[in-house]
C-alpha cells in the first residue's frame, strides 16, 4: 500500500511539474510527464533501469535529444 502511494504522488508531482509545457506536442508533454515521474522514483538509476520497457528507454532518450525541447523557461 505504501510504495502505491508514492508512486501516485510522484506521478501528480510530475504532473505538476509538465503538464503546461509547451513541447510542440502534446505528446511530448506526456512523454515527459512519464519520464520526469520514472526518474524521480528512481533517481540512482540508469534511463534504462528507470524505464520498464526499452521502448519506453529509447523514447526518453528521444524527447531528451530533440532540439524542440530544452531547459529554457
Not at 504522488?9 to 508533454?29: E, F, M
Request: net charge positive; glycine share 2%; proline share 3%.
Amino acid at each position: 500500500m505504501m510504495n502505491q502511494q508514492k508512486l501516485i504522488d510522484i506521478n501528480k508531482w510530475a504532473t505538476s511539474q509538465w503538464s503546461t509545457c509547451d513541447l510542440g506536442d502534446s505528446r511530448r508533454t506526456q512523454r515527459a510527464i512519464k519520464v520526469g515521474a520514472a526518474m524521480a522514483a528512481n533517481p540512482t538509476a540508469s534511463r534504462p533501469e528507470q524505464m520498464t520497457q526499452w521502448s519506453q528507454a529509447i523514447a526518453a532518450y528521444r524527447l531528451l535529444n530533440s532540439s524542440d525541447v530544452t531547459h529554457v523557461k
